[in-house]
């Protein structure tokens, strides 16, 4: 039996690295609640820097998961011109890793679940997103209690809209590449949503 026969029914494996809780918990929820036919294991750093983020994310390559994603919040990078540069020669240098970036912060995502249309609307950090986002999830708080409470996910999909995020996420990303300058809050989530699309066949 081929090498290519062999692995033809193989369970694919995504990796997903945030920085924090809420993308860890956020990941987790999904996989649970979706129950997908193929492996989907958040992870987080021991320290919430982009450099560990990337050392993480490559020893999850160097095992064998098929697919491994970092979910970036850029407000920090953002602050620092030395923190950015160093941020983009690490997405250069890593060319198997697939950067997911959220400006000002991974709320903005959940924010998009609610919203009609693209918006060149600026947030400006994650407090700004955190009083928007209340106004659908009163409740929302960056803390362990309330991801115990409360399912990220399931409340997403329960309350908003996961399919429209996911093309707003995508016709925004496309309408910051080509205006910068105008349109400063984003999210790429949809990159994982492509690739679950493409392994669930849907």
């Not at 692995?7 to 860890?24: P, V």
């Not at 016709?171 to 349109?183: F, I, M, Q, T």
Request: aromatic share 10%; proline share 4%; with cysteine.
């Amino acid at each position: 039996m081929s090498r290519k026969s062999e692995n033809r029914g193989a369970r694919k494996s995504i990796a997903i690295i945030g920085e924090g809780m809420t993308e860890y918990r956020y990941v987790d929820d999904l996989r649970t609640t979706e129950r997908y036919r193929f492996s989907l294991v958040p992870g987080i750093p021991k320290h919430p820097d982009i450099d560990d983020i990337v050392r993480l994310a490559k020893d999850r390559l160097r095992v064998g998961y098929d697919y491994v994603l970092c979910l970036v919040d850029m407000d920090v990078l953002e602050e620092k011109r030395d923190k950015m540069e160093h941020y983009l020669a690490l997405k250069k240098e890593n060319p198997e890793i697939i950067f997911v970036e959220s400006s000002p912060c991974t709320e903005y995502w959940f924010l998009m679940h609610f919203m009609p249309m693209t918006s060149s609307k600026e947030y400006v950090d994650y407090d700004a997103v955190a009083q928007e986002l209340k106004k659908h999830i009163p409740n929302y708080e960056k803390t362990e209690a309330f991801f115990n409470k409360i399912h990220i996910y399931r409340e997403l999909k329960e309350k908003g809209k996961v399919a429209r995020a996911v093309e707003l996420s995508r016709e925004l990303d496309e309408l910051r590449a080509k205006e910068p300058e105008v349109y400063k809050s984003y999210s790429q989530m949809y990159k994982l949503f492509d690739i679950i699309a493409d392994l669930t066949g849907c």
